[in-house]
């Protein structure tokens, strides 16, 4: 009797050692199904994404509604008014007196120093085009003097191709030389009709 009831406590134990591992397993079990279902650590699930957080921001500051900010052109370069720099026009290509290996020329803000073609005329549409254009791409966006400087002659536009606005400086369409590098020349003269502008120091104010 002794041992039965013995066997007996024995039998009640394993079962409730057994039903606890079941337990555990199934409490572990629905733990580890509840975090396959829900989102991974930091992916957000507590909030929007940080890109449209960040949006959500912007939109708060502008009224309600996002907006980008556009590019500035790569020739456009600060100004000094009254103390104070300001920035042109998104579109503006400010040129200027650039000193060179073979003395001042006509460049853009960023250096890059600029062309006239030989076979355009004065006034008329820009010739270099197509394959032409896509070693020597017109210089685009409304002209202005730098700050500094100051031009004998005048700048103007010119309907390029495409609808393209290219520059002119005294009537005759400007290009760049594409792959120069800032400040060099390296394209006067090419074939006899790339030809540089030529400046003087007299063009920079104080020089």
């Known amino acids: 009797m002794r041992k039965s009831g013995w066997a007996a406590a024995t039998g009640i134990a394993s079962l409730v050692l057994l039903l606890a591992a079941c337990g555990g397993s199934s409490s572990s079990t629905s733990a ?119 031009f004998p002659g005048t700048f103007g536009l010119v309907k390029g191709a495409g609808g393209v606005g290219q520059i002119t400086y005294n009537g005759y369409p400007l290009y760049t030389f594409k792959g120069a590098k800032p400040l060099t020349t390296a394209g006067n003269g090419i074939g006899g009709v790339w030809h540089v502008v030529p400046l003087s120091a007299s063009d920079i104010s104080g020089a």
């Open 32 to 150: 580890a199904a509840s975090g396959s279902g829900s989102a991974p650590a930091g992916s957000g699930s507590s909030g929007p994404p940080a890109s449209t957080a960040t949006a959500q921001a912007t939109a708060s500051k502008t009224g309600g509604s996002s907006t980008a900010s556009p590019k500035a052109n790569h020739s456009v370069a600060p100004q000094a008014s009254g103390g104070s720099v300001t920035f042109p026009a998104v579109g503006t290509t400010i040129m200027i007196v650039q000193h060179s290996a073979i003395g001042f020329v006509l460049a853009q803000a960023n250096g890059q120093v600029v062309y006239t073609y030989a076979k355009d005329t004065k006034g008329g549409a820009p010739t270099c085009t197509g394959s032409c254009a896509s070693t020597w791409p017109p210089a685009t966006g409304t002209p202005q003097a730098g700050p500094a400087d100051h």
